[in-house]
């Protein structure tokens, strides 16, 4: 199983990031996948989580609104859309497979004028 993240980097506040998670060695469209952030200093926080065909989302409520996650089993990839992000989710994010709780390397993400 491997898990690879994409698309962190230094936005300002009120701006948008895409994060990306690759995933291989295992038949990615059997499972479910989820987002997590850890900031400096705190516990790793679920973000968002998202079911196996796509068709079922749920969302920490700091990012309802903001945050959408999405999927494309044909690309084994899932996605985080980041919109109006705030100094508070500077974070590295981490996408993960909640079966077996396989981890991405994480990517960061740094919300800041």
């Known amino acids: 199983v491997q898990l690879v993240e994409s698309g962190g980097g230094l936005v300002q506040p009120g701006g948008s990031l895409r994060l990306s998670c690759a995933a291989s060695?295992?038949?990615?469209?059997?499972?479910?996948m989820s987002w997590y952030r850890q900031a400096p200093g705190k516990e790793r926080e679920l973000v968002a989580t998202?079911?196996?065909?796509?068709?079922?989302?749920n969302y920490a409520d700091s990012v309802k609104g903001r945050f959408t996650v999405s999927r494309d089993n044909a690309k084994n990839t899932v996605y985080l859309q980041m919109n109006s992000l705030k100094p508070d989710d500077t974070a590295v994010y981490y996408c993960?497979?909640?079966?077996?709780?396989?981890w991405g390397q994480g990517t960061q993400v740094t919300v800041s004028s």
């Open positions: 060695g295992f038949t990615f469209s059997k499972y479910f």
């Open positions: 993960m497979r909640r079966t077996g709780s396989y």
């Open positions: 998202i079911s196996n065909t796509g068709g079922s989302t």
